[in-house]
């Protein structure tokens, strides 16, 4: 074998072996450690998170599980301690200062709880939506064009001509979607984007984020404490004491029944480690050692009793 195909194989094996190679988004081994003074708290703890070009995610958590510290990376507004972090071709753990601003500005578009975040109140809805557009340079022909064809999307063309303060709340929620797509970004990230909005505003929000990533390519990562926001994306990512420790996949029956099917899965992170559900671990009373025993196709999991316990 010639010292070129060599090359070629062992080339394609290290690709290969790339942790999310393919994916958009990729979380490898994620360490953030916060200092306040001589106090160190970890954030995260190791997380890993791959999310597919075009996925919308809802990443949930209680407070003080990590999903803050999460967006915060994912955006370019702070930075890992280790670990790796890419989206796209930008490596966010190596960017320079003017490379993060580009960063921000073109690949990533943000949706925040507080509508004061999103919008410039004495803007109307379209001027909002133009803003960026214009700091970045698109042309007024272009930007009057992709305006409306956003607040059509968003299902708000008819608050071009309102300030924020002639608008619901959902309305103010779904131009802010509009913003946040206006220099069409990679990914839009959202937090918290309806937690002051009733269910059924709610879903309109949740609507007009789907059809961003069904219509647009738009990659939609969502961050909430409300396990409620499954039901409006295909899957849910939880982080717990900062790693990712469950997931839900949701789908369409296989033999095209109506109804939608639900899945809670365990994650294993790349070292192999499983956060088991604290349910469970008081169901089995399982504390620091457990036993695992592998049988023909799965692994049980039992508490570390004397082997004369009952």
């Not at 700091?135 to 999307?153: I, K, N």
Request: proline fraction near 4%.
């Amino acid at each position: 074998m010639s010292e070129s195909t060599l090359e070629h194989l062992h080339a394609r094996s290290t690709r290969a072996a790339e942790f999310g190679r393919e994916a958009l988004i990729v979380c490898d081994n994620v360490v953030r450690i916060c200092r306040t003074g001589r106090v160190e708290v970890q954030a995260l703890q190791g997380l890993d998170l791959l999310v597919d070009r075009g996925e919308m995610v809802a990443v949930v958590g209680a407070s003080g599980s990590g999903k803050s510290t999460l967006l915060a990376i994912l955006s370019g507004i702070d930075v890992a301690t280790a670990g790796r972090v890419r989206v796209g071709r930008w490596d966010l753990m190596s960017m320079s200062p003017a490379q993060r601003v580009a960063y921000r500005r073109r690949v990533v578009g943000f949706v925040w709880q507080q509508t004061a975040r999103n919008l410039v109140p004495f803007l109307t809805g379209a001027q909002n939506v133009a803003l960026p557009m214009k700091l970045a340079g698109v042309p007024r022909r272009e930007r009057r064009t992709r305006v409306t064809e956003l607040l059509d999307l968003a299902g708000v063309g008819h608050c071009a001509g309102r300030r924020p303060t002639e608008m619901s709340g959902g309305e103010q929620q779904r131009v802010a979607v509009a913003v946040g797509l206006a220099n069409s970004p990679q990914v839009l990230l959202a937090d918290e984007p309806t937690g002051e909005l009733d269910t059924a505003t709610s879903q309109d929000v949740f609507e007009s984020m789907r059809r961003a990533s069904r219509e647009l390519g738009t990659t939609v990562v969502v961050v909430t404490h409300d396990p409620a926001v499954s039901e409006q994306v295909s899957r849910t990512v939880a982080i717990r004491d900062g790693r990712t420790s469950s997931e839900v996949l949701r789908r369409a029956p296989a033999d095209g029944g109506d109804g939608v099917i639900a899945e809670e899965y365990a994650v294993m992170d790349r070292s192999g480690r499983v956060q088991v559900p604290r349910e469970y671990r008081e169901a089995l009373q399982l504390s620091r050692r457990v036993r695992l025993a592998l049988e023909a196709e799965h692994v049980t999991i039992s508490p570390d009793r004397p082997r004369g316990d009952a």
